[in-house]
């Protein structure tokens, strides 16, 4: 059979070559681009990793690792006595429904559970950081969306696919999800957002402290919630932790500054410091983490 | 049934505290972790509060031949696989501004890079382009040439200065301070001493390291909960003139901001900064291994 073919019916191969094993049809390779001059670019399996020392990632190892183990752990001299099993929404042993999927009733109240035992495995670690800016002014046009682009690429260093590394996603546009009249309809792209990690996380959390905030007009610190405030609820057990920067302050980033004239319109961004903390009073945690790094925090 | 709106003690994990005031990330201190009638009813306890004062690491750690190797690899292979710059964005096209960007790039691929890689043309010209220092070149925009960084190897470290705090400016300084200890002795040991009547453990950790280094000094304590313990093998005339009881030291970890000790003259007589390596020949074996896994070894 010809490779075409057993592409089409890949069970009539293996039966006519008498193998039992399901065969792969060989690879189509494909044929390499060429450069302006029409010579081939070969493909180089090349991957950029850290091009220099995280100063900020050496402070949380040497010191706040140790200090966030001792401030967040929690003796537990008794095991954790079982929980109490859930109640499903259909019975599992009528044979009716023995096999359905079968969901607790009320949803998995994740946010409802406690941490896990404290150990010197499971210490809150800051994982990435999200800098998300919704553009009004895209829904008029999508040109005014460049502007916000450029200036994330130049905030983040971020880039699609950046130095070999195929999960690296760079600028993201943020396009509608629902049908809200005179706003948003499904589609339309409508924002930015950048996913930062690793160096260029740590790069730009850097950048954050020392140069944008403390050059904000009237920022006292990111706000605290009240002694009211429910731990046991998502927002507080999901271990993140978000605040916002009004346009004024776009133009404090080094990277900005340089060339102000060259972005159109200033416009202000939503930053989430994403943690590894989960359950109860996660969010009080990763506060703890980002105060050790610098980022004030005050009674609103 | 439970009230969610019932503030509980975290005695047992099993009650969380759903409701707590943001400022205190630690769970609530059961009444009874400081009292001596924690322990079982059978041997009485005296406990005693220590400090480790910690100094953090003031500068990065001085990256190896291989280190250093490796990051300019990465950093030339990083600017090999740039993206193109987006010179329409930001420039105009044929502008004054687009040729002297041209002109900068070449100059930092050539830093990268090494080059020129062509057959040199026109001999003369192509010397004004390369080599123009960084200090010209903030200069020429406007900008004051910034002053050359301090040198990483202090003073300090070439005397052998352990009282100064910028000694060993890439490792986690401790502070170890001369003093009598339990039994009399003078030994090399870390700031400690008793508990008052209803205290906490931290708040006598502070009013004992001020009382022994003095009042000097910026420093804030880790929390509320003691890292180490030290149970010191007591001689038997020393346990009936303790009541019968077991002394018990618990270690809590500070950081120093600001300042330097003052030892205060009477119980303690000097003091110094050191590493993880310096400390244990100075102190005893066993309160070396009761306090050796909490050091760090940066």
Redesign the interface.
């Known amino acids: 059979m010809s490779a075409q073919a057993a592409t089409r019916a890949p069970r009539l191969a293996a039966t006519a070559g008498r193998s039992i094993r399901r065969t792969r049809p060989a690879p189509q390779l494909k044929p390499l681009k060429r450069d302006e001059k029409g010579l081939p670019v070969p493909h180089v399996h090349?991957v950029?990793?850290?091009?220099?020392?995280s100063?900020l990632a050496?402070?949380y190892h040497?010191?706040l690792q140790?200090?966030l183990l001792?401030?967040?752990?929690?003796?537990?001299p008794?095991p954790?006595?079982p929980p109490r099993p859930p109640r499903l929404t259909y019975d599992p042993n009528d044979p009716y429904t023995k096999h359905r999927f079968n969901p607790p009733l009320g949803g998995n109240r994740w946010s409802k559970q406690?941490p896990p035992p404290a150990s010197p495995d499971n210490i809150i670690q800051l994982e990435r950081i999200q800098i998300h800016s919704q553009i009004k002014q895209a829904t008029v046009s999508r040109t005014n969306l460049?502007g916000p682009i450029?200036a994330l690429r130049a905030i983040s260093g971020a880039?699609d696919q950046?130095?070999?590394q195929h999960t690296a996603e760079g600028v993201q546009i943020v396009r509608g999800r629902k049908n809200l009249q005179g706003w948003v309809r499904p589609g339309i792209p409508v924002g930015v957002k950048v996913d930062l990690k690793g160096p260029q996380m740590w790069d730009f959390l850097s950048i954050l402290v020392e140069f944008v905030l403390p050059r904000l007009r009237d920022f006292q610190g990111i706000p605290?919630?009240?002694?009211?405030?429910?731990?046991?609820k998502p927002h507080s057990a999901s271990g993140v932790v978000s605040f916002g920067l009004p346009p004024t302050a776009l133009g404090l980033f080094p990277q900005i500054e340089v060339?102000y004239d060259?972005y159109p319109a200033p416009f202000g961004m939503h930053i989430h410091f994403v943690t590894s903390a989960k359950g109860?009073?996660a969010q009080?945690?990763a506060?703890?983490l980002l105060s050790g790094f610098q980022i004030p925090?005050a009674r609103s | 049934m439970l009230s969610?709106n019932a503030v509980s003690t975290?005695r047992?994990?099993?009650r969380?505290?759903?409701?707590?005031?943001?400022r205190s990330?630690?769970?609530v201190a059961s009444s009874s972790s400081s009292a001596a009638s924690s322990e079982p009813s059978t041997s009485k306890a005296v406990l005693h509060a220590a400090v480790i004062l910690n100094r953090?690491?003031i500068i990065?750690?001085t990256?190896t031949l291989f280190?250093r190797a490796y990051?300019a690899y990465?950093?030339r292979?990083?600017r090999a696989?740039f993206?193109p710059f987006?010179t329409d964005?930001?420039f105009k096209t044929g502008s004054l501004l687009e040729k002297k960007f041209a002109r900068e790039e070449k100059v930092r691929e050539r830093e990268a890079f090494g080059g020129p890689w062509t057959v040199k043309r026109q001999g003369p010209e192509s010397e004004d382009e390369v080599g123009t220092s960084t200090a010209d070149q903030a200069e020429s925009m406007g900008e004051e040439p910034m002053d050359p960084p301090a040198p990483r190897i202090h003073e300090s470290d070439r005397t052998g200065d352990v009282k100064s705090l910028d000694r060993m400016s890439e490792r986690?300084l401790y502070l170890l301070v001369r003093g009598k200890d339990h039994l009399g002795n003078e030994v090399w040991r870390f700031p400690q001493g008793g508990l008052h009547e209803g205290e906490h453990l931290h708040q006598a950790a502070l009013r004992d390291l001020t009382a022994e280094c003095g009042e000097n000094m910026d420093t804030w304590i880790?929390?509320k909960?003691p890292?180490a313990v030290h149970q010191a093998p007591l001689s038997e005339s020393v346990k009936k003139s303790l009541g019968g009881a077991e002394l018990y030291t618990f270690f809590l970890?500070a950081?120093i901001l600001a300042g330097q000790a003052r030892p205060n003259g009477t119980n303690v007589t000097d003091f110094a900064w050191l590493t993880k390596e310096e400390i244990e020949p100075r102190v005893d074996q066993a309160y070396w291994a009761s306090v050796k896994d909490i050091l760090?070894d940066?």
């Open positions: 090349v950029v990793r850290d091009t220099h020392r100063r050496d402070h040497n010191t140790d200090d001792y401030m967040t752990y929690v003796h537990e008794t954790r006595p406690l460049l450029m880039n950046a130095g070999g605290l919630e009240g002694p009211s405030n429910r731990l046991d060339n060259a109860v009073g009080n945690r506060r703890a925090f | 969610r975290c047992h994990r099993s969380a505290c759903l409701h707590a005031p943001s990330l630690a769970s953090s690491p990065t750690r990256p280190e990051y990465q950093s292979i990083r696989l993206n987006p964005f930001y986690n880790v929390g909960k890292i970890k950081h760090s940066f």
